[in-house]
C-alpha cells in the first residue's frame, strides 16, 4: 500500500488488492477477529497450532490501517468491514 501511495503504480494496488481477496477468509471466526495464519493460495484460513483460537491484539489492529486503505482507494467496502469488527470487539 505504500509503494503504491509513493508512485501511483496501479500494479502494487492489484498486487494489494489479491493479497487482501486471499486473506478475507482468516476473518471468518465467530468474533469476526482474524486468523493470524492463512494458506494464500487456497485463500483458506489456518488455525495456529500454538495459539488455538487466540487473536493477537497487534495484529488484528494492524490490519485495520490497511484494509481500510485499500477500501478508500478501491471503493469496495469489503475490506473495511471486514476490520471493523475488530473495532466493535475491542
Same mark, same amino acid.
Given at each position: 500500500m505504500s509503494i503504491f501511495h509513493l508512485t501511483k503504480d496501479r500494479l502494487y494496488l492489484d498486487k494489494a488488492t489479491d493479497l487482501a481477496n486471499r486473506m478475507l477468509p482468516v476473518f471468518d @471466526?465467530?468474533?469476526?477477529?482474524?486468523?493470524?495464519?492463512?494458506?494464500?493460495?487456497l485463500k483458506k484460513a489456518v488455525d495456529d497450532p500454538y495459539s488455538q483460537g487466540?487473536?493477537? @491484539?497487534?495484529?488484528?489492529t494492524t490490519l485495520q490501517l490497511e484494509f481500510r486503505?485499500?477500501?478508500?482507494? @478501491?471503493g469496495d467496502s469489503i475490506y473495511w468491514d471486514k476490520v471493523e469488527q475488530?473495532?466493535?470487539t475491542f
Open positions: @471466526t465467530p468474533s469476526g477477529l482474524a486468523l493470524s495464519m492463512a494458506n494464500l493460495g487466540r487473536v493477537s @491484539t497487534a495484529e488484528a486503505y485499500l477500501s478508500h482507494l @478501491t475488530v473495532r466493535l
